[in-house]
């Protein structure tokens, strides 16, 4: 592998990006999707993905980051507080009630516990008790 950078020709720079062929499909099937189904899927998407860093899935702990899972089960408290008024409470009660079991998973794992009120996504689901 060289150390000199590659040679861009400045009308390379400069070129237009276009979209990739099926561009068009996508932005069609993603526009007949309704907005409870997008955020339904952000939220499921976001407790998978603190699940895996809170060491709940069968890997355990080879995935755990109690870092990366406050963000996320603060991302999803602070999107299911935002769109309560959107989402009817058929979505939104089992989105509830996982959010607030990662919030206990998240007070169970902590070597230094937060005040009550202080974790994550409490700001916007109020004191977690575990």
């Not at 068009?24 to 699940?51: G, H, K, Q, Y």
């Not at 899935?57 to 999107?79: F, I, P, Q």
């Not at 998240?106 to 575990?130: C, H, M, N, W």
Request: aromatic share 6%.
């Amino acid at each position: 592998m060289s150390d000199t950078p590659a040679d861009f020709s400045a009308d390379s720079a400069e070129a237009p990006q276009t979209p990739g062929p099926g561009f068009d499909e996508m932005t069609r099937d993603i526009a007949e999707v309704p907005a409870v189904e997008v955020i339904v899927t952000v939220a499921v998407n976001l407790m998978s993905a603190a699940a895996v860093k809170l060491g709940l899935t069968e890997e355990g702990d080879k995935y755990k980051d109690l870092d990366e899972a406050r963000k996320l089960v603060h991302a999803l408290a602070g999107l299911l507080d935002a769109s309560a008024t959107e989402i009817s409470s058929f979505h939104a009660a089992p989105l509830r009630d996982g959010l607030k079991s990662l919030q206990l998973a998240f007070r169970e794992a902590s070597l230094v516990k937060d005040e009550p009120g202080q974790g994550p996504g409490e700001k916007y689901t109020g004191p977690i008790y575990g």
